[in-house]
């Protein structure tokens, strides 16, 4: 008597193959989402371009290569993966973006609480942003 066939375990690799047409889209979404957010306000670039590099390693070889070699965000990307580090410019141009968030979203609030609310998650994210290492030089 033979066994019934059962279904396989999927293996990390047959996983990844699988789902890798979500990974690609992920990684497209996020990269959007992160070149949007160089021109409008309160949308932040960077957790979306580490996202999309994230996917991308997942989904889109090429897009992965592209991110990495990128002038702007290739840095970035690798002081991340290599470090879990942030760059004091990087510190520096986030805080002062929130700053400025902030007073805008105190002056066009309707009321003062939510304006307060996304001003203390804004500090929360810059306090978190100041604890991660800075890259080696």
Avoid: N
């Avoid at 670039?45 to 290569?65: E, I, M, N």
């Avoid at 805080?95 to 979203?105: E, K, T």
């Amino acid at each position: 008597m033979s066994e019934p066939d059962l279904p396989r375990a999927s293996t990390p690799a047959t996983a990844r193959v699988r789902f890798r047409w979500a990974w690609w889209l992920l990684a497209y979404a996020s990269l959007g989402l992160g070149l949007v957010g160089i021109v409008v306000p309160g949308l932040p670039t960077v957790p979306f371009v580490l996202l999309s590099a994230f996917a991308a390693a997942r989904g889109s070889q090429r897009l992965h290569d592209w991110l990495l070699s990128h002038r702007q965000f290739g840095p970035m990307i690798r002081d991340w993966q290599a470090h879990g580090a942030v760059s004091r410019r990087a510190k520096w141009l986030a805080v002062s973006m929130m700053s400025v968030c902030a007073v805008i979203m105190f002056l066009t609030a309707p009321r003062a609480w939510m304006a307060a609310t996304g001003t203390a998650i804004m500090a929360v994210v810059a306090t978190w942003l100041w604890r991660r290492p800075e890259p080696p030089r």
